[in-house]
């Protein structure tokens, strides 16, 4: 497994080393020790969780408050989508900045978000099968999201605004000055 920081502290881009045969293919997509020993994050993911999306989803920007925020580890079981995480961390050098990048099947690649991120992905490909672990439970008490086209944040999205689907729920979403009040 390669680790690679990003220029968001203790954000990192994980790949796992693939073993491909006669077979088929096989890789460990998750080694806690090994991820301490290059981080030295000691990560405990408590639940994993699932969606399914078609072309043009965008699900996001979401996170957990205060004492439910959540460290993730994401990754595309099928498909291809483009992940964006936002540093919310207000003492952080890079609060308020993002980092993007392409997950998909073929690349494997995977993104661990530390807790007090923003996260959304937008689905690429027809079929998007995407996964995450995460190390808190959710609490829909603590719920909260910003909104994926806040002038603020200025994140391309690398895709056309009116073929984008969101549900009810993410056009609702606030913005980044409102969560600084």
């Not at 690679?4 to 693939?18: A, G, W």
């Not at 077979?23 to 090994?34: A, V």
């Not at 308020?96 to 923003?118: D, M, R, W, Y």
Request: charged share 30%; hydrophobic share 35%; proline share 2%.
């Amino acid at each position: 497994m390669e680790i690679e920081e990003t220029y968001i502290k203790d954000c990192y881009l994980i790949k796992p080393t693939l073993f491909v045969d006669e077979r088929g293919s096989f890789f460990e997509s998750f080694n806690r020790r090994q991820f301490l020993k290059q981080t030295g994050i000691d990560v405990n993911f408590v639940q994993d969780n699932q969606s399914i999306s078609k072309k043009g989803v965008l699900r996001g920007l979401h996170f957990q408050k205060d004492k439910s925020a959540q460290s993730k580890l994401v990754r595309v079981i099928k498909g291809k989508v483009l992940d964006v995480a936002v540093d919310l961390r207000k003492n952080s050098l890079t609060f308020g900045k993002h980092i993007k990048t392409v997950l998909s099947e073929e690349n494997n690649l995977q993104l661990f978000i530390p807790g007090n991120f923003a996260h959304g992905f937008l689905a690429l490909s027809e079929d998007v099968i995407f996964s995450y672990k995460c190390d808190n439970y959710y609490d829909r008490e603590m719920e909260s999201g910003i909104k994926y086209d806040d002038p603020d944040l200025n994140i391309d999205w690398e895709y056309p605004k009116e073929h984008i689907i969101l549900s009810q729920k993410d056009k609702d979403l606030r913005t980044f000055q409102d969560l600084l009040l």
